[in-house]
């Protein structure tokens, strides 16, 4: 897949991505960028949340 330049620019991509299912989209995040964004204590609190409203992951 080729992605232009100017959208490459646009969302900071640089090597490494990662691309992440979210709903009927799928996103493309530069890697390091998302791993700043996602926290896994925070992944983690907000699994055991979905739990409490009886959502099963």
């Not at 897949?1 to 979210?22: H, Q, T």
């Not at 791993?35 to 979905?50: F, P, R, V």
């Amino acid at each position: 897949m080729f992605i232009p330049p100017s959208l490459r620019e646009y969302a900071g991509l640089e090597k490494n991505v990662i691309l992440a299912g979210v709903g009927s989209r799928l996103e493309i995040w530069d890697k390091s960028r998302y791993e700043q964004i996602t926290d896994i204590e925070d992944m983690s609190a907000i699994a055991e949340k979905l739990v409490e409203f009886g959502i099963r992951l």
